[in-house]
């Protein structure tokens, strides 16, 4: 647990990096992106939400640069987290309403570079924005929906730039922080989130993920995984 000590006493955890070197051991050092050692050296800054069980938009932004190093492409997009941009001040996660403990509020900011991109979002081949961001959950009980929204099972995002290679990602809502930073690298990004998704994963990754210009990205939290893959 990167915040352990910032734990309630007596909090019941499970060993979270003995099971991420587990699945370590499955996939093999070459598959393998370490982002647990990224955010343990980044642990005192904040990289989590205190209210929600995701990650900030920093948080992601250390798992663009873990997720860039390891597939050895040129840096071709900054992010400057001084210029970040506060879209909310007053974002309470669903840790606090679950468990009745006092009202905390923070911050949702984003990278100023991710905001008024022409991109395509198509949520379950049926509703179809031009943004990755949603801020009428801004407004909600699910302030984090503000990045992508929630509930659906498949987005496709297609994107303006001159890249010719496709993201295939699968995963849960971490992605959802994570998507707008490496989006630029590609021209057309699909994520499944198998929380939701209902229709058959092989037959969709080979449908759009078998040429050998994409990428296959599985980025998902600790319990995520269990979620996924139980």
Request: glycine share 10%; hydrophobic share 35%; aromatic share 16%.
């Amino acid at each position: 647990v990167i915040w352990r000590g910032r734990l309630p006493l007596y909090a019941d955890v499970f060993d979270q990096k003995n099971y991420l070197d587990m699945v370590k051991a499955q996939v093999g050092t070459k598959g393998w992106i370490d982002a647990y050692e990224a955010m343990l050296s980044h642990g005192d800054e904040p990289v989590y939400y205190e209210t929600d069980p995701h990650w900030t938009s920093l948080g992601a932004y250390y798992g663009y640069l873990t997720w860039w190093k390891h597939t050895g492409e040129r840096l071709q997009y900054y992010y400057d987290p001084a210029g970040m941009e506060t879209v909310t001040e007053g974002f309470v996660g669903p840790l606090v309403r679950r468990s009745g403990a006092e009202e905390k509020k923070e911050q949702i900011s984003v990278f100023a570079e991710t905001l008024g991109k022409h991109v395509q979002v198509t949520y379950d081949d049926q509703v179809m924005l031009e943004d990755y961001y949603r801020p009428e959950y801004l407004q909600t009980d699910n302030g984090y929906g503000y990045f992508l929204g929630e509930g659906f099972g498949y987005v496709r995002i297609d994107l303006p730039y001159r890249q010719t290679k496709t993201l295939f990602v699968i995963g849960d809502s971490y992605a959802n922080a994570m998507i707008p930073l490496v989006a630029p690298y590609y021209k057309t990004i699909y994520f499944v989130d198998l929380k939701n998704y209902q229709g058959d994963l092989e037959r969709l990754l080979e449908t759009y993920g078998s040429s050998e210009k994409c990428d296959v990205l599985v980025l998902s939290g600790v319990t995520g995984y269990l979620d996924l893959f139980r």
